[in-house]
C-alpha cells in the first residue's frame, strides 16, 4: 500500500493537471457512477487526506479514490500515448483540453457530496502531510492501547495517517525498538520523539523520487526490503518476518542488533525475502 508521502505526490500532480480547468471529458468505470457526467465542471482541488485523494469539483461533487496496493494515478498530455495498464484495468478517466488524468486498478472510487467528505475519511487521525497535523493528538491515539504492538498501532490509520509498512519499519529502527514491542513499553523519551520522526520523514520524501530514510545514495533504507543482508548500523543480518492482527499480515523488517523487544523466533521468521535494490 503506497505511503502517506506518495499519495500527497499523487495529489499534487492531479492538482497540477486538473484544478481551475473545465472537464471535457469525464468517464467513471464503476457500476454505481457509471452514467455519472462530470464534463463541464471545474475541478476546484485535488488534496490527499492521509492515504486518501479527495478530487473536489465544481457543484459540491467531491471524486474519492484510494489506491491500496496496486491502484494508481497517471497524467498525460495531450496525445500522449497512455502508459500504466491494460485498458480493462482503468476505472476513471478525467480530462480537460490539455491534460488527462487516467486511475488504473483502483480498489476505491466514488462520487459524494463534498459536504459528506466525513463519511470517507472522518474516521482517520491527524495527517502527517496536512494542515490538521497535531501530534499531541497522534501519541495519545498511540497510547491508547498500551498493549497493542508498536508496527500494528503506526498502520493504523486511525491513530495518524500517512504511515505504511515501509516508513513502520524504517520508525521501529530509528526509534531502537521493534515492532513487536507494545506501545506502553515504548520509553517515555522515545515515545514523546515519534511524532516529530514520523512527520519529519514524510515530508523529507513527499517532493523526492525515491525515498530514503538513511541519507545515503544506494543504501536508501535502514532494514525494509534488506533482508538477510547486514544491517548498516551494526552488520548484523536485517531480520524479515510478517506482522497484522490477523486481518492482513504485512512483511516486516528489524534488526535484531539494533532493536530491542519482542520479536518472532528465527525459525518463525523464516520466509523469502521480497527483491529490492535498496
Not at 457509471?34 to 479527495?54: F, I, N, P, Y
Not at 497524467?75 to 482503468?90: C, K, L, M, N, S
Not at 497510547?143 to 486511525?158: I, M, S, V, Y
Not at 515530508?203 to 538513511?214: S, Y
Request: net charge positive.
Amino acid at each position: 500500500m503506497p505511503e502517506g508521502d506518495t499519495v500527497w505526490q499523487a495529489a499534487k500532480r492531479l492538482h497540477e493537471a486538473l484544478a481551475g480547468k473545465v472537464l471535457t471529458r469525464s468517464d467513471l468505470r464503476v457500476p454505481k457512477f457509471a452514467t455519472a457526467d462530470l464534463t463541464g465542471r471545474t475541478v476546484l482541488d485535488v488534496t490527499a487526506r492521509g492515504k486518501h485523494l479527495l478530487t473536489r469539483i465544481e457543484g459540491g461533487l467531491t471524486l474519492h479514490s484510494h489506491l491500496r496496493m496496486d491502484g494508481s494515478w497517471k497524467v498525460f498530455a495531450d496525445g500522449q500515448r497512455w502508459v500504466g495498464g491494460p485498458a480493462h484495468q482503468i476505472r476513471a478517466i478525467l480530462g480537460n483540453a490539455d491534460r488527462t488524468a487516467v486511475g488504473y486498478r483502483l480498489p476505491v472510487l466514488e462520487l459524494l457530496r463534498t459536504t459528506e467528505e466525513i463519511r470517507a475519511v472522518g474516521h482517520l487521525g491527524p495527517d502527517l502531510l496536512g494542515p490538521d497535523w497535531n501530534p499531541d493528538q497522534a501519541l495519545a491515539n498511540l497510547l491508547a492501547d498500551p498493549a497493542r504492538p508498536l508496527g500494528e498501532a503506526l498502520l493504523d490509520q486511525r491513530n495518524l495517517a500517512g504511515i505504511g509498512n515501509v516508513y513502520k519499519c524504517e520508525l521501529c529502527f530509528l526509534l531502537g525498538v521493534t515492532p513487536w514491542l507494545p506501545v506502553g513499553a515504548l520509553p517515555a523519551d522515545r515515545a514523546a520523539a515519534l511524532p516529530a520522526l514520523a512527520k519529519k520523514l514524510l515530508e523529507t520524501n513527499r517532493d523526492r523520487l525515491i525515498r530514503t530514510t538513511t541519507g545515503r545514495r544506494g543504501q536508501d533504507l535502514f532494514v525494509y526490503g534488506r533482508a538477510p543482508r547486514p544491517c548498516l548500523r551494526c552488520q548484523t543480518s536485517v531480520r524479515l518476518a510478517d506482522q497484522g492482527d490477523g486481518s492482513r499480515e504485512r512483511p516486516t523488517y528489524w534488526c535484531p542488533g539494533c532493536q530491542a523487544g519482542p520479536a518472532p523466533s528465527p525459525a518463525a521468521s523464516r520466509r523469502t525475502p521480497r527483491r529490492t535494490t535498496n
